[in-house]
């Protein structure tokens, strides 16, 4: 219970650092959450108590307390599904896979020769049958690969897929990969003419409810980064493209190394990995929960700095986006 309990907490401060004000959750999921309290102190064991000003009134919105100079970020997130799952079908703690705890260290990744097409089906083999990967998985699910032109000259790469990435095994499912679609047509390409993957070919493990489904998200470890990153760089020796965009921090932190405090240390700042061009940039997610012209004009220039790299032409059309 406590480690479960611990997990929220932890993804709320991670919300915190990123500007987030305001956290929205469905009744359902709060119930659910009360009673488990509820029946661990019944029990004796030991409970993360909430604070005092929040004690006893039912609330859909859970705020947290934000630096008031980056309170422009902050935006409310999507609601909750309502059929939240009950008390009684979440097991205790955490399941085996969640955090990377059960990650051995990163293998050796070496791809057989041939053509790219040969080349991308050892690849995705390779993947589905990795002891560590499939340690991650939940019941039923399938690695996530990503998907694309094999010719491809921009990568995008996030950190791990989202639910409905990971339900639909597509890059572009769900609002976010409806926004990325949207963001490279505005580049003047097809979604097919680019290569969309995640350093991890799994969705992070949380709390497990009955039938191996999720109760939330929560960013990759260190050590899920660093083992996804194997794999990804064994992809990128495949495609060769011109250049590797980087979506979001847990992203870039898994392809520079070390942490990073703050998306804005590093996005729009040129480095390499597995020496191709990488620029970082935001998530559509982001931009989704942002909304602010400003955010996705920065989005934007981004791209446009990525267009220039890959030697794709820039109308002034183009240029002129949201100026």
Same mark, same amino acid.
């Given at each position: 219970?406590?480690?479960?309990? #611990?997990?929220?907490?932890?993804?709320?401060?991670?919300?915190?650092?990123?500007?987030?004000?305001?956290?929205?959750?469905?009744?359902?999921?709060?119930?659910?959450?009360?009673?488990?309290?509820?029946?661990?102190?019944?029990?004796?064991?030991?409970?993360?108590?909430?604070?005092?000003?929040?004690?006893?009134?039912?609330?859909?919105?859970?705020?947290?307390?934000?630096?008031?100079?980056?309170?422009?970020?902050?935006?409310?997130?999507?609601?909750?599904?309502?059929?939240?799952?009950?008390?009684?079908?979440?097991?205790?703690?955490?399941?085996?896979?969640?955090?990377?705890?059960?990650?051995?260290?990163? $293998?050796?990744?070496?791809? !057989?020769?041939?053509?790219?097409?040969?080349?991308?089906?050892?690849?995705?083999?390779?993947?589905?049958?990795?002891?560590?990967?499939?340690?991650?998985?939940?019941?039923?699910?399938?690695?996530?690969?990503?998907?694309?032109?094999? /010719?491809?000259?921009?990568?995008?790469?996030?950190?791990?897929?989202?639910? /409905?990435?990971?339900?639909?095994?597509?890059?572009?499912?769900?609002?976010?990969?409806?926004?990325?679609?949207?963001?490279?047509?505005?580049?003047?390409?097809?979604?097919?003419?680019?290569?969309?993957?995640?350093?991890?070919?799994?969705?992070?493990?949380?709390?497990?409810?009955?039938?191996?489904?999720?109760?939330? /998200?929560?960013?990759?470890? $260190?050590?899920?980064?660093?083992?996804?990153?194997?794999?990804?760089?064994?992809?990128?020796?495949?495609?060769?493209?011109?250049?590797?965009?980087?979506?979001?921090?847990?992203?870039?932190?898994?392809?520079?190394?070390?942490?990073?405090?703050?998306?804005?240390?590093?996005?729009? #700042?040129?480095?390499?990995?597995?020496?191709? !061009?990488?620029?970082?940039?935001?998530?559509?997610?982001?931009?989704?929960?942002?909304?602010?012209?400003?955010?996705?004009?920065?989005?934007?220039?981004?791209?446009?700095?990525?267009?220039?790299?890959?030697?794709?032409?820039?109308? /002034?059309?183009?240029?002129?986006?949201?100026?």
């Amino acid at each position: 219970m406590r480690a479960v309990l #611990q997990a929220i907490a932890d993804e709320l401060q991670r919300l915190k650092s990123e500007g987030e004000s305001t956290v929205a959750v469905s009744e359902a999921t709060l119930g659910a959450l009360r009673a488990m309290v509820k029946t661990q102190r019944g029990s004796g064991g030991p409970v993360l108590a909430a604070p005092a000003a929040e004690r006893g009134a039912a609330k859909s919105e859970m705020t947290i307390p934000v630096n008031p100079l980056r309170a422009e970020r902050a935006a409310a997130l999507p609601k909750a599904p309502a059929a939240a799952p009950s008390a009684a079908v979440v097991q205790r703690g955490v399941v085996a896979g969640a955090r990377g705890r059960d990650l051995p260290p990163p $293998p050796r990744v070496v791809l !057989p020769d041939g053509d790219k097409a040969a080349r991308w089906s050892a690849w995705q083999a390779l993947v589905a049958t990795d002891a560590g990967c499939l340690a991650q998985l939940r019941p039923g699910v399938k690695p996530f690969f990503g998907m694309g032109s094999l /010719d491809a000259k921009i990568v995008f790469v996030a950190d791990a897929p989202s639910e /409905d990435e990971e339900r639909a095994g597509s890059p572009w499912a769900g609002a976010s990969g409806e926004l990325l679609a949207k963001m490279v047509g505005a580049m003047g390409l097809k979604p097919e003419a680019v290569f969309v993957t995640t350093l991890l070919p799994w969705r992070p493990q949380t709390v497990a409810v009955e039938g191996g489904a999720s109760l939330g /998200d929560r960013p990759p470890a $260190p050590t899920e980064l660093a083992y996804g990153a194997v794999f990804f760089r064994a992809l990128l020796e495949l495609l060769q493209p011109v250049v590797v965009v980087a979506l979001g921090q847990e992203a870039a932190q898994g392809l520079r190394g070390g942490k990073i405090a703050n998306l804005a240390e590093v996005r729009g #700042q040129w480095t390499e990995f597995a020496g191709i !061009p990488l620029l970082v940039t935001c998530k559509p997610s982001y931009l989704i929960r942002s909304g602010s012209t400003r955010t996705k004009r920065m989005a934007w220039e981004e791209l446009l700095l990525v267009m220039e790299r890959a030697g794709l032409p820039i109308s /002034d059309k183009q240029r002129g986006f949201f100026r």
